[in-house]
Every structure is written in structure tokens, then in C-alpha cells.
Nanobody, 123 residues
Framework: QVQLVESGGGLVQPGGSLNLSCEAS????????IGWFRQAPGKEPEGVSC????????YYADSVKGRFTISRDNAKNTAYLRMNNLEPDDTGVYYC????????????????WGQGTQVTVFA
């Protein structure tokens, strides 16, 4: 069964950090582009970051550049999103997604999605 399972969300104060994990099962993650997305209440979904370029380079939304770091551990079949210096606007449900191949468009189709993990940044 193909599955992505996120974990690591929680409550944190502004300036704090969280490390999200996305464990894949039923397929080999190393053959896929990986993306992290989020949706805040009342807002459209936003592509936060991805490893989705043929050369293996990463994409970050302007709002998270310098604060978030995406990575993957192919041996563990897991992707990560390290989030530092969190802000209240980072609050939302965070989803990981996978799309077959080394290249994927952040605003394109993604085949597999996790169930999401809640991140809440509050003062």
C-alpha cells in the first residue's frame, strides 16, 4: 500500500523550531520528487518547499527562505522539513507529497499525499 505519513507537528512559540518527517511506504522515495505544502485556515494551499529539480536543487517559497530546510534520507525512505525561527503566519496543516521523477512543478500534479500534520505558532 502506497502511503506517506507526516509527523513532527505541534505547538511552538514564535522563534521556535520544528522538524517534520514524511515517511514513505509502498514505494521507493528516491525515485520521486518530494514536496512540502501547507494550508492555513481560510487561505489557499501553498507550496513551501520541494526537491523537485532535475539537478537535485531545492525550491523554497519566499516566505520561508532562510528559515526552512528540506532534506531526504533515501536509506530511511523519509523526507524532512526543518523549520526554524517560526512565525505565526507559518501556522497551518503541513502536507508532504511525492511525484514520480526528478522534476516536478510546485503548482503541478503530485501523485501521493500524506494526511497532514498540524503546526501552530502562537505567542
Amino acid at each position: 500500500q502506497v502511503q506517506l505519513v507526516e509527523s513532527g507537528g505541534g505547538l511552538v512559540q514564535p522563534g521556535g523550531s520544528l522538524n517534520l518527517s514524511c515517511e514513505a511506504s509502498g514505494f521507493r522515495l528516491n525515485y520521486y520528487s518530494i514536496g512540502w505544502f501547507r494550508q492555513a485556515p481560510g487561505k489557499e494551499p501553498e507550496g513551501v518547499s520541494c526537491i523537485c529539480k532535475t539537478d537535485g536543487s531545492t525550491y523554497y517559497a519566499d516566505s520561508v527562505k532562510g528559515r526552512f530546510t528540506i532534506s531526504r534520507d533515501n536509506a530511511k525512505n523519509t523526507a524532512y522539513l526543518r523549520m526554524n525561527n517560526l512565525e505565526p503566519d507559518d501556522t497551518g496543516v503541513y502536507y508532504c507529497a511525492a511525484q514520480f521523477g526528478p522534476h516536478a512543478a510546485v503548482d503541478g500534479a503530485w501523485s501521493y499525499w500524506g494526511q497532514g500534520t498540524q503546526v501552530t505558532v502562537f505567542a
